[in-house]
């Protein structure tokens, strides 16, 4: 579209809300779709949290926020990072933003001069690549594959980098591959980061709570990775709040002043009902939202189990977040249902129009050769979705 600019034209379109509305298309036309595409927990936030937000409303919270955020958010936000985290963040270093997805956005906006590389270990959150050409940087993916748990190794990373290496940005627990980094591999990474001292980490934690291995690592634990790692969370995952829209970052203290600024420009500030509900859900203990997490777990077994009952199904055991990655290589080259499979979107698009049961491409996420299935699905839907996958490709 000549009439916009190149900014907008050279963006992908999300393409996890792309199937999204494709399945909601195929469903007003009658059909009985199931929705794996999402990456949105089927459940109600919270009580004790939707209370709060309308205690909120009853208060007369009305107002602009400040930029970054109520100062007892921030409180809250600072004493989750130390007790879940063992964090020590001030003020100066938080700043609330509309969802991770926006602190990500402020982050590349104002750490990136145009041609600045940010490395991407694949696969990666959809919207990282397109966040980083936005703000005129070039992604550089590091791939990854099935083999190695879907984890880049120190000698890959290293390999990567080049004089142009501003950042890398990553999520642990990841979407879509489920890995999750534990201290010593961090740890590993750091030891080649530290030679590069300029290099800026992004370590996304928005999954942080749905681990089912245990320890959740951060890259700013390290001492000498604090000073130059931005911390990225939000509610949207672990409390069910996706459309609530509040995410945060702890960062250096330049950093989040930047954010600031950016966001004082663009946003004024995240909408103040939320934050409001938001401080009453990071001071109630975890244990308050662990009935979601267990519920993921078994949800996690059920759905790997069937998957293993696949031929051609190559998949890892996830360890956090809720989605499985599997490979279906082995798919490309068919024709299954008078449909030939060149490549995972094909294979993405036969499950949609031939078993209803919409996945994502693993191309979305720089990973060809796989799709994401998300479990955050009630497990008669998993039940259904397999028992349709496994109809089709009989
Ligand atoms: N980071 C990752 C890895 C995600 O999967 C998502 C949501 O899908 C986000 C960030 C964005 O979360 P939010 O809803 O807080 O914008």
């Known amino acids: 579209q000549e009439k916009l600019s190149n900014r907008i034209n050279a963006m992908a379109t999300s393409q996890t809300l792309a199937m999204a509305a494709k399945a909601r298309e195929l469903k007003a036309e009658g059909k009985d779709i199931i929705g794996l595409s999402l990456g949105e927990p089927d459940f109600n936030t919270p009580d004790f949290i939707k209370d709060a937000a309308i205690q909120a409303i009853n208060d007369n919270y009305n107002s602009y926020t400040p930029v ?96 142009k290496t501003k950042m890398i940005w990553y999520s642990s627990p990841c979407n879509p591959s489920g890995m999750v980094y534990s201290k010593e591999e961090l740890r590993a990474l750091a030891d080649v980061l530290k030679k590069y001292p300029d290099i800026v980490v992004v370590s996304d934690e928005i999954y942080e709570h749905i681990n089912f291995v245990g320890d959740h690592a951060s890259m700013a634990q390290f001492e000498d990775m604090y000073d130059r790692t931005v911390t990225v969370n939000g509610v949207s995952k672990a409390f069910a709040m996706t459309g609530w829209r509040i995410g945060y970052i702890g960062a250096p203290a330049y950093i989040a002043r930047a954010c600031n600024k950016m966001q004082g420009q663009i946003t004024s500030g995240a909408n103040c009902i939320a934050q409001r509900a938001v401080i009453t859900a990071l001071e109630a203990p975890v244990s308050k939202i662990s009935h979601m997490i267990d519920t993921f ?98």
């Open 297 to 394: 777990k078994s949800r996690r077994k059920l759905i790997i189990d069937h998957l293993n009952e696949i031929d051609g199904f190559v998949t890892t055991e996830p360890q956090g977040a809720f989605y499985v990655f599997p490979n279906i290589s082995a798919f490309f080259g068919k024709t299954i249902d008078d449909t030939k499979i060149e490549n995972a979107s094909d294979f993405s698009m036969l499950l949609l129009e031939k078993a209803n049961v919409a996945t994502v491409t693993g191309e979305a996420f720089g990973n060809p050769d796989c799709i994401r299935i998300s479990y955050a699905a009630s497990e008669s839907q998993i039940e259904e979705a397999i028992k349709r996958i496994k109809e089709v490709l009989s």
């Open 68 to 163: 970054d955020g109520y100062v007892e958010l921030k409180d809250a936000i600072i004493s989750k990072f130390k007790r879940d985290n063992d964090l020590t963040y001030d003020r100066s270093q938080i700043v609330v933003s509309t969802g991770a997805k926006q602190s990500l956005a402020n982050v590349a906006m104002v750490v990136l001069n145009p041609g600045d590389e940010v490395l991407l270990p694949c696969p990666y959150w959809v919207s990282y690549a397109e966040i980083v050409k936005l703000a005129e940087g070039v992604p550089v993916e590091v791939p990854t594959s099935v083999e190695t748990n879907f984890k880049i190794t120190p000698e890959q990373l290293e390999a990567s980098i080049t004089p």
